[in-house]
């Protein structure tokens, strides 16, 4: 695996690159709000998408390069996450089919800014739909505007029981549920033959 250091307006984001030389299309992931690129699914789904023939790349947002576990306000994680997906495909995956995701927050980022990125596809991996309701009576808010929002093909993983709720499908959106909670500790290889396909037809249908 190969780190490559990239500038945002607001720091060095880090990414980790692995995928064959004669990549067809290249996936760029984001992590959560408090965790890492270690984390169990993105790890999965970058094998299952190397695997596929696609480059990989596993984005450390510059609060986390900078030693930081609370999240950037979601304005600067936007505004990094475009300079990161410019400079990687300026640098490495200029030419190439680009599918955007991540993990919870991530999966929000990529779904905001997929318009501005250009991306074919969005994978979001336990998408965050709304705050657990905890003991607050109000219904706490929903994030499936910023799901509605994107125009190119979505695939969403979710545990069955995730606290923070199962996104419906939509028009451009497939949404697999899998055994487990928020965290897709176990039950994700469930989803590997489905993220295997749509990957597959998201690259092929962009190079038409």
């Known amino acids: 695996m190969t780190t490559l250091v990239l500038e945002t307006p607001y720091g060095p984001a880090r990414a980790h690159l692995e995928g064959p030389d004669d990549a067809r299309g290249a996936l760029v992931l984001g992590h959560g709000a408090g965790g890492g690129v270690t984390a169990r699914d993105l790890v999965a789904a970058k094998a299952r998408a190397v695997s596929a023939g696609l480059a990989v790349a596993l984005v450390e947002q510059p609060y986390r390069v900078a030693g930081r576990r609370?999240?950037?306000?979601?304005?600067?994680?936007?505004?990094?996450?475009?300079?990161?997906?410019?400079?990687?495909?300026?640098?490495?995956?200029?030419?190439?089919?680009?599918?955007?995701?991540?993990?919870?927050?991530?999966?929000?980022?990529?779904?905001?800014?997929?318009?501005?990125?250009?991306?074919?596809?969005?994978?979001?991996?336990?998408?965050?739909?709304?705050?657990?309701?905890?003991?607050?009576?109000?219904?706490?808010?929903?994030?499936?505007?910023?799901?509605?929002?994107?125009?190119?093909?979505?695939?969403?993983?979710?545990?069955?029981?995730?606290?923070?709720?199962?996104?419906?499908?939509?028009?451009h959106r497939q949404v697999c549920v899998v055994p487990g909670d928020h965290s897709l500790r176990r039950g994700l290889g469930a989803a590997e033959p489905l993220l295997t396909a749509w990957l597959d037809r998201v690259v092929m249908g962009a190079g038409r």
Do not use: M, N
């Not at 599918?99 to 800014?113: D, H, K, P």
């Not at 074919?120 to 336990?126: E, H, I, M, Q, T």
């Open 70 to 171: 609370s999240p950037a306000p979601a304005a600067q994680l936007d505004t990094a996450w475009e300079a990161i997906v410019d400079g990687l495909r300026g640098r490495l995956f200029g030419g190439l089919p680009l599918i955007v995701g991540g993990r919870s927050s991530g999966a929000r980022v990529a779904c905001r800014t997929s318009g501005a990125t250009g991306a074919a596809g969005v994978l979001c991996l336990a998408f965050p739909l709304r705050p657990p309701q905890g003991k607050r009576p109000e219904p706490r808010p929903s994030r499936l505007p910023e799901l509605d929002a994107v125009e190119v093909e979505v695939l969403v993983v979710q545990g069955k029981h995730d606290a923070f709720g199962v996104p419906p499908e939509g028009v």
